[in-house]
């Protein structure tokens, strides 16, 4: 089973700074995903990148895959505290199983 | 239209009793996903169906975790003679497969 490690595993800030998370593998991964869960809630899809060196933005929000297609970044410029949350990333495995999952990271954005 | 929907929410239960958990996923769609959610983990894959094809169990955690998806619609998961181990949240996800997974809120489980 492909793994994938999320760094780092919290993250505290006050709104309006910057931030990047990172999402880590020794694997070479076909596309990465990027979910956003909130308390009670399941998770929901925010990206899916599947070039290598590809960028996308949403918003605030800039999601990068690695050229060797092995990690991504997600970056949060000006966090406001609704972009509170617990960040996801997974990536189909290279088995039978749909998705891996990363341990997440957890954002908290004090007002 | 609707999401996917779990009941129950929330569940408090005794060890060694069983539970069922149901999932409805969004109409239409083909493949189903169970997932498991621990405190400070991530979502750990326990089963999913695709169509009328035999389910994939290689998630599973023991013989005492079951699932059945019903004329290729509803899911149940059966977890059979509970430990405290498996309070988590319990996450149905479903997707017109391969595509977007979407999920459901889940149901927390407590073990006592």
């Known amino acids: 089973t492909q793994l994938l490690e999320q760094s780092p595993q919290f993250l505290s800030i006050q709104e309006g700074e910057n931030l990047t998370v990172y999402c880590n593998s020794s694997?070479?991964?076909?596309?990465l995903q990027w979910y956003r869960q909130e308390p009670g809630e399941g998770p929901v899809l925010l990206v899916t990148v599947v070039t290598g060196g590809e960028v996308k933005k949403l918003k605030r929000l800039t999601f990068q895959f690695g050229d060797a297609r092995k990690d991504s970044s997600l970056h949060i410029t000006a966090a406001q505290p609704g972009d509170t949350g617990l960040y996801l990333c997974a990536g189909p495995n290279s088995g039978n199983t749909p998705l891996v999952f990363g341990k997440g990271t957890r954002l908290s954005v004090i007002a | 239209g609707a999401g996917v929907s779990q009941s129950p929410s929330n569940k408090v239960t005794e060890k060694g009793k069983d539970v069922e958990l149901r999932c409805d996923p969004i109409s239409g769609h083909t493949a189903l996903y169970w997932y498991r959610q621990s405190l400070g983990q991530g979502l750990e894959f326990l089963i999913y169906f695709q169509g009328n094809s035999a389910p994939d169990k290689s998630g599973l955690p023991s013989d005492r975790f079951s699932a059945e998806r019903t004329g290729g619609s509803v899911s149940t998961l059966t977890i059979q003679r509970t430990q405290q181990e498996d309070s988590a949240v319990y996450l149905c996800?479903?997707?017109?497969?391969?595509?977007?997974?979407?999920f459901g809120p889940g149901t927390r489980l407590t073990v006592l």
């Open positions: 694997s070479v991964f076909s596309s």
């Open positions: 996800a479903s997707s017109l497969y391969p595509d977007t997974q979407y």
